[in-house]
């Protein structure tokens, strides 16, 4: 079955889970019927998700209104009626193995022949789910992430009988429903992001417990210094100090001491008042930025990560790319293991398990095979040219991972693509887009164009979570990302659709021009956090719109909206969203109809031209005008104009 087959979705489970898939499927379009045993659950699922749109509609997230969404559903108690006509059945019941082998045998017997079966599990294998049917082969786990709504990642994971198209039609589901799918291969304990997850928790309580660290320590060091959106401890305490307890138990792990300490004194998180950190008599997960340590060895935890993430990638359960896309949906990391491991060094990362192994003689520092055959291999990560990844030379054959490049023609689109961090600009993609200038075959590239991934934002400024351990002295190669664009030799253009702040906003005043839809809105926030626009943004907006009005920006921090910042000759054209795409096309049009050497000139004069005094400026201006007399694009251009023709201009 391909999922153009997919009409009609149901949802198995109406709690936290049931509710928010069926709100994602409906939202995509589809049809969905919601079920659970009780009709007073199935009531509250549907109340959660009627204000859950609502919320939507109030921040302009929906395309429709809340009631043609949920016109798209129906709720239902009766398991036979409500599978009877499903394409697709996404069974999100509680995580007990016997429940949901019990619904699978049911489903088995109500369900089309053709129907696929999803189980939205995070922890049970989907082969023994799946041998409660008598079709494994169309048995799949469809593991979303928590809440729904807002986590764009779903693993899409093989039991031992799913079929190629079983797991290909469920993937393309995912893609179709908005949502960013990964395939885990097979069916392993924890799946990927789990799976890699575990030893960020779980090396950080051994730490703790060998009088290694602190808490406070581990969860600042990790946050401030590394980049994690939460530390370790913290972690735990929000998700229930008690659940990775039964998980380790349950897959035979020892137990850090201070874990063990925690469940027996019942003090399991948030949910109990205390646990790593107090919640009723004090502040909580209150570590902050003095609380991390240059002595504190990170290296250890963050080498355990890589070493699952390898034992992943080495088994064939997933790609590099795979696992990093799962960490940083899933888990939110500022950048996955694999890619991270690439930087740090694959043998570094090594030598640290080695020793590690040597010195405890701990299974859980044993490294794994595809860490030890890559670095014998000498493929130790980008430096080498290749480790997790294979970077090749310089000549332009790399692969972005946070960009999305579309050489079309003349046209150099690029978007930036990190929609879930509303398009930041990390260190890696700055990196990526200074490459991917640095290698553009100016021979045939006429035009540039920026833009965002996702419908959120153009890019809401340098990421935030990468500022962490960041060196003075390393702010200026940043930066240089901004003079790359500034200078390239071609007409670029930012096309701007939602948040332009930041960097993001420095990025887009890099360019030459801007477009943008009239909800955008384009701000420089940094002066909220303590900093100022370190992109270029305070000279160019000064020499943009004043001294009075780019003050204004940078001191107050506060955003402008697309037709404030149209009339203050920040951006070229406010536009409609209905003609943006249009409006754009044309700007592109006629750069790419223009003279490409007379456009190269223009832009050098105007770009130098500005910092240079008038005299200066007005002689670079005639120089370039007597070059250009000759140039065969004049003769073709006066020569066009005399015979009323457009001119087809050759760059020459
Ligand atoms: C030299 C240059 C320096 C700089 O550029 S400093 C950065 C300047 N920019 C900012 O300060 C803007 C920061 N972002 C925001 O204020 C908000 O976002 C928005 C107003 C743009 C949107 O707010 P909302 O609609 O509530 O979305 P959300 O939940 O805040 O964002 C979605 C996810 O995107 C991540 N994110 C947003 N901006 C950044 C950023 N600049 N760096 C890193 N992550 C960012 C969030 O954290 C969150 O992620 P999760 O879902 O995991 O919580």
Known sequence: MSVDNIDQVTVLGAGNMGHGITEVVAMAGYDVVMRDIEQEIVEDGYEDIEWSLEKLAEKDRLEEEPEGILERIETAVDLESAVADADLVIEAAPENLEIKRDIYGDLEEFTSDHAILASNTSSLPITDIAEATDRPEQVVGMHFFNPPVKMDLVEVIYGEETTDETAETTYEFVESIGKTPIYVRKDVRGFVVNTVLGPFGDEAAWMVSEGEAGIREVDA??????????????????????????????????????????????????????????????????????????EFDWLRIEARMINRAAELVGDDVATPDAVDTGMRLGAGFPEGPCRRADKLGLETVLEKLEELHEETGEARFAPADYLV????????????????????????????????????????????????????????????????????????VRCVTFEGAGDRAFSAGADIGGFAGLEPWEA???????????????????????????????????????????????????????????????????????EARAKELVFRGEPIDAETAEEWGLINRAVEDDEFEDVCEEFVGDILEGPPVALDFAKKVMNRGQDT????????????????????????????????????????
């Open 221 to 294: 060091t990790m946050v401030h210094e590394r980049g994690y959106p939460m530390g370790p401890f913290e972690l735990a305490d929000l998700t229930g100090i008690d659940v990775g307890y039964h998980v380790r138990k349950e897959a035979g792990q020892p137990i850090p001491p201070i874990t063990e300490e925690k469940v027996e004194d019942d003090e399991l998180g948030q949910k109990t008042g205390k646990g790593y950190y107090d919640y009723e008599d004090g502040d909580g997960a209150d570590y902050g930025h003095e609380d991390a340590s240059e």
């Open 373 to 444: 055959e890559r670095v014998e291999a000498g493929e130790t990560g980008e430096d080498a040219g290749a480790g997790f990844y294979e970077y090749g030379d310089d000549g332009g054959d790399r692969e972005y991972r946070n960009l999305n490049v579309l050489r079309d023609d003349e046209v150099l689109a690029i978007e930036l693509d990190r929609p879930e961090r509303m398009n930041a600009l990390s260190e890696d993609l700055m990196d990526e887009i200074e490459h991917v200038l640095e290698t553009a075959d100016l021979e045939t």
């Open 613 to 652: 005094d008038l005299e200066a400026a007005l002689t670079m201006e005639s120089q370039s005008f007597g070059l250009l007399l000759s140039t065969e694009d004049v003769m073709e251009g006066t020569a066009a104009f005399a015979a009323d023709r457009d001119p087809e201009f050759e760059g020459k």
């Open 476 to 546: 200026g190669e940043i930066t240089s990302m901004f003079e790359t664009v500034n200078d390239f030799p071609r007409p670029t253009i930012a096309k701007v659709d939602g948040y332009c702040l930041g960097a993001g906003h420095e990025l887009a005043l890099a360019c030459d021009m801007r477009i943008a839809t009239a909800d955008s809105a384009f701000g420089f926030p940094e002066i909220t956090l303590g900093l100022l626009p370190g992109g270029g943004g305070t000279q160019r907006a000064i020499r943009m719109i004043g």
